[in-house]
């Protein structure tokens, strides 16, 4: 059974908008700390938004104000609604743990935002 499995890429338009899945099999998913993470062609990956078990939220800056993380700890799911996108959002977005990602990585979803 793979662990992360997300869901929801697709190609949009610049301003457009997507809504990411995740769905998890993690042990001790309703405490832990999730993340959505994106690696664009030829740069590390990196991370973008963050959720506590208890809901806190922290975003990175070239994110903040046009993304959303949320999760549903009855579903042991996490989701990423992305508002406003722009070409440099253009990346594939997986989902693990934070700080450690300490699930191995899953296929992760492709977005692609065209200008």
């Known amino acids: 059974q793979v662990p992360l499995v997300e869901s929801g890429g697709g190609l949009v338009q610049a301003g457009g908008s997507l809504r990411l899945s995740c769905a998890t099999t993690?042990?001790?998913?309703?405490?832990?700390?999730m993340g959505w993470y994106r690696q664009a062609p030829g740069k590390e990956r990196e991370m973008v938004a963050r959720?506590?078990?208890?809901?806190?939220?922290i975003y990175e800056h070239f994110v903040k104000g046009r993304f959303t993380i949320s999760r549903d700890n009855a579903k042991n799911s996490v989701f990423l609604q992305m508002n406003s996108l722009k070409p440099e959002d253009t990346a594939v977005y997986y989902c693990?743990?934070?700080?450690?990602?300490?699930?191995?990585w899953g296929q992760g979803t492709q977005v692609t935002v065209s200008s």
């Open positions: 693990n743990t934070y700080p450690v990602p300490r699930t191995p």
């Open positions: 993690i042990s001790m998913f309703s405490v832990s700390t």
């Open positions: 959720i506590n078990g208890g809901g806190d939220t």
